[in-house]
């Protein structure tokens, strides 16, 4: 069974960074694309960072470029999101995804994936 646990989400001081890790089990790591979303409160769940399964190819939403860096550790099968720069906005739960490579679709689409975890809470105070 394939399980996705998201961990090193808190409260951090506006500014300030976060380093979140997603560690997967139950499924060939290397074959799957991996994303990171959040949602807040009242909003839909909207997506962060995308990387394949190739390390190089990348995507971010306009709103995170040049704050936040998607990068993956196939060897520990672990996907990681570094939060640089934060603000109140960023506040939010934020959940890792996986995709089957081999399907082919786009990595920016909440439908697309097929896994999640459960979240990590970050909170951003003024």
């Known amino acids: 069974q394939v399980q996705l646990v998201e961990s090193g989400g808190g409260l951090v001081q506006a500014g300030g960074s976060l380093r979140l890790s997603c560690a997967a089990s139950g499924l060939a790591f290397s074959n799957y694309d991996m994303g990171w979303f959040r949602q807040a409160p009242g909003k839909e769940r909207e997506f962060l960072a995308a990387i394949k399964w190739r390390v190089d190819n990348t995507y971010y939403a306009d709103f995170v470029k040049g704050r936040f860096t998607i990068s993956r550790d196939n060897a520990k099968k672990t996907v990681y999101l570094q939060m640089n720069s934060l603000n109140p906005e960023d506040t939010g739960v934020y959940y890792c995804?996986?995709?089957?490579?081999?399907?082919?679709?786009?990595?920016?689409?909440?439908?697309?994936?097929?896994?999640w975890g459960q979240g990590t809470q970050v909170t951003v105070s003024s």
């Open positions: 995804a996986a995709n089957f490579a081999l399907l082919g679709a786009t990595v920016t689409r909440r439908s697309t994936y097929d896994y």
